[in-house]
Nanobody, 117 residues
């Protein structure tokens, strides 16, 4: 059974940093893409960042220059380093494993990130 377990969320002031981690277990196949979506209250879930097994990354424009995504293939773990956080980054962040950034095979349960002004 595949499980994705996120950690690292929390409350931080605007301008601060957080690092999210997501470890995938029960994986019996080679993971193509891992990454993060987020969902703010009353809004649709949106892609934040994705990374392939070869290390190619893609980040949504609103986080470029502030967020960095990385991956440890040996540990089936993906990280999201979030710097210069803004109030509008407040959301539940969901880890995913997928065939691509838009074809999601598995979701994590989510971790809350709250940025205060």
């Amino acid at each position: 059974q595949v499980q994705l377990v996120e950690s690292g969320g929390g409350l931080v002031q605007a301008g601060g940093s957080l690092r999210l981690s997501c470890a995938a277990s029960g994986i019996t196949f080679r993971i193509n893409t891992m990454g993060w979506y987020r969902q703010a209250p009353g809004k649709r879930r949106e892609l934040v960042a994705g990374i392939t097994g070869g290390g190619s990354t893609n980040l949504v424009d609103s986080v470029k220059g502030r967020f960095t995504i990385s991956r440890d293939n040996a540990k089936n773990t993906v990280y999201l380093q979030m710097n210069s956080l803004k109030v509008e980054d407040t959301a539940v962040y969901y880890c995913y494993v997928g065939s691509s950034m838009y074809v999601i095979d598995y979701w994590g349960r989510g971790t809350q990130v709250t940025v205060s002004s």
